[in-house]
């Protein structure tokens, strides 16, 4: 998903772990980022410390290949070379990887799966947000699946189809089940259940320049 905006004028970010690496080879870095760290820096000064930046301090020709919003964690993926980053940047274009979410959503989500298909669009008068918009929106789906329900809440695996900005957080939301924790679409109770934003990038997909498809995984620390 694509990093949004500090939601607070004061930015705090965790400096530990300061850089998380997964997997480490000549073309990628995989790495698992921690929630509250912006994936790259902002146009503000203040928000000049990010993933991005960490990891070019030690790997100066690192690009970002995919990005998270700064309150969710876990897998983000870098290039160390041009030829990696196109090879998998177009992978990411074409929806030819495979990604999942763990998520605890507010209230008891009775099906067990389902597909969210809902347009998305940035909300013009409350931006960064976004918002269900059927006229204007972009096309973006979530497939979903229950992991586990108990005291008024429910965890589930989340699998983007698309890549919108928010999608996740905005799909949960206009299906009646906003993410705990979530600063910008969760309010009451269910924003206070949690001090960080309930999404975990849990696992990613792709194929690695040299042919091989290869899978990541980070355990989910909720």
Known sequence: MSASIAQSPVYNPPLEPY????????????????????????????LSDSLATRVRAQFPKSQMINRLDKDTSGLVLMSLNRR????????????????SYVSIVWGIVEADDGLIDL???IDPENKPRH????????????????????????????????????QL????????????????YAEGE???????????????RFQHPDGSIMTFTVPCPF
């Open 119 to 121: 347009p998305l669009a």
């Open 19 to 46: 850089v998380s690496i997964v997997h480490q080879d000549a073309d990628i870095l995989v790495l698992d980022k921690p929630s509250g760290l912006l994936s790259v820096p902002g146009r503000d000064p203040a």
């Open 169 to 184: 957080r905005v799909h949960m939301k206009a299906a009646g089940h906003v993410i705990l924790g979530d600063a910008f």
């Open 131 to 166: 918002r269900v918009d059927h006229a204007n929106g972009k096309p973006a789906q979530t497939r979903w699946r229950v992991l586990e329900r108990g005291g008024g809440t429910t965890r589930l695996q989340l699998f983007p189809l698309t890549g919108r900005t928010h």
């Open 190 to 204: 269910a924003l206070g259940a949690s001090a960080r934003l309930l999404l975990h990038a849990e696992m990613l």
């Open 84 to 99: 990696a980053h196109a090879h998998i940047a177009a992978q990411f274009e074409a929806r030819q990887t495979e990604k």
